[in-house]
């Protein structure tokens, strides 16, 4: 082989290996697969997690990879297959790679910079299981709930939105990800364009790729997205739909500048689009005032507010709500009564009451002290621990930071090495709908138990960056 050889084929030449081994045997290790198969260490990195994905070996932090245990196949156990399924399916294919995870779950012991959610210890748990025992003894509990969500619930929704947002412009949804699907669904059909933040969250380019829409990157800088550059893309592109998240962007962390707010509903209005407004960081302030919705401030119907309580709350608090005004909201309760008629009734009257406890606002405001230490414990570490990396921000809301690899970094290669010893981290590629322009990593400081080992998790990734920088000059040398 050699340095042109895919990772493809790398993997292709391990398979027989991998057969040969038993579960439990260790693989040669990195180097020495560079050397005895002549290639660079991107492609043993991408061939690794590609062979983890596949269930086929594991990655234990600090220690190696070994062969996974393997599993009966029902070629080898059925007298039946499904590859008939290859040609009855249509080319709509669900694309999950932004949303998941190719090196599979992570070993025990490994430190989370990746999470999207805040860790138990931030969570109101105690607030949580006693609401939701309560609502699980109401004589109603198990009833059908409304279609459109408790009438109280979305009340306490419209009142948390502000501006002129009545309970009847909400509909309570599963979830911020229930609700990107749903929106996407029902004002934009298969094939066209949907606008988006450059870099944004992977989970709504997963959700507006399954939608059939086609995600048109337009770039972002200190203070947002860019008006001039918004307005072109709608010219060019012909959307009518832009995809945005003014309030610490994910992964950014960027706050729309009040200038633009207008501005960009402005360019909207005239171009004849909707605006959909993910607003799942509301909660996660921690650096000062946090701007209002646009929602709040819109007068044509131009905006469909996305708001979620799972992220200052707990990852199965599944309760989210989409705020809209006219035929669009018709649209979008059509479109969540054909999937699942509505939403469990016990986990809304848990939700509604953990929202309309003064215990709420005591938590976000703790929830945003902590938050604010950890961004200030993770970016003192990463300026100490990773050389070259150029920090964006820090934030002043949000759970993560955006950080900008050095020079000559590939982001999926340190990703896979950070995970070999104890820490995962998410590649910046992910975030991005076309090429990236640069190699980042997105690490959250929520997903600890505590500063000590958000410290730990950048100090192992400094290690996983220096034997990434050794591989690639032995490669280099060769």
Known sequence: ???????????????????????????????????????????????????AAEGAVVTRPGSGTYVAQRTRTREEGSDTGTDWQTVALTDRAVDTHPIADPLGPPPAGTIALDGGYVHRSLQPTRALSAALARAARRPDAWDRAPAGGLAALRTVFARIVGGSVAAQDVLVTAGGQSALSIAFRAIAGPGSPVLVESPTYPGALAAARAAGLRPVPVPLDADGLRPDLLADAFAMTGARLLYCQPAFQNPTGTVLASERRRQILDVARASGAFVIEDDFARHLGH??????????????????????????????????????????????????????????RPLQEAALEVLSSPSWDRHV???????????????????????????????TGGLHLWVRLPPGVDDTILTSAARQHGVAVSPGSRYFATEPPAAHLRLGFA????????????????????????????????
């Open 1 to 51: 082989m050699n340095d042109g050889s895919t990772s493809g084929e790398l993997a292709d030449r391990l398979r027989p290996l991998l057969s040969r081994l038993s579960p439990g045997d260790r693989l040669p290790s990195s180097r020495e697969l560079i050397k005895e198969y002549r290639v660079g260490p991107a492609t043993v990195a991408r061939a690794i997690a590609a062979l």
């Open 287 to 344: 650096g000062g005032a946090v701007p209002r919705p646009l929602v709040a401030d819109d007068r044509d119907g131009t905006v469909v507010h996305v708001t979620s309580l799972t992220k200052p709350a707990a990852p199965s608090l599944r309760i989210g709500a989409l705020v809209a005004r006219g035929p669009v909201m018709e649209r979008m309760r059509a479109v969540r009564l054909v999937d699942d008629f509505f939403v469990t």
């Open 447 to 478: 997903a600890t138990a505590d500063h000590a080992e958000l410290t730990q998790g950048v100090r192992r990734l400094g290690a996983a960056l220096d034997h990434v920088l050794d591989d690639t000059v032995t490669a280099s040398a060769r």
């Open 365 to 395: 405001r703790s929830l945003g002290t902590a938050l604010r230490e950890r961004c200030a414990v993770l970016s003192a570490a990463v300026a100490q621990e990773i050389p070259g990396a150029t920090l964006s921000g820090p934030p």
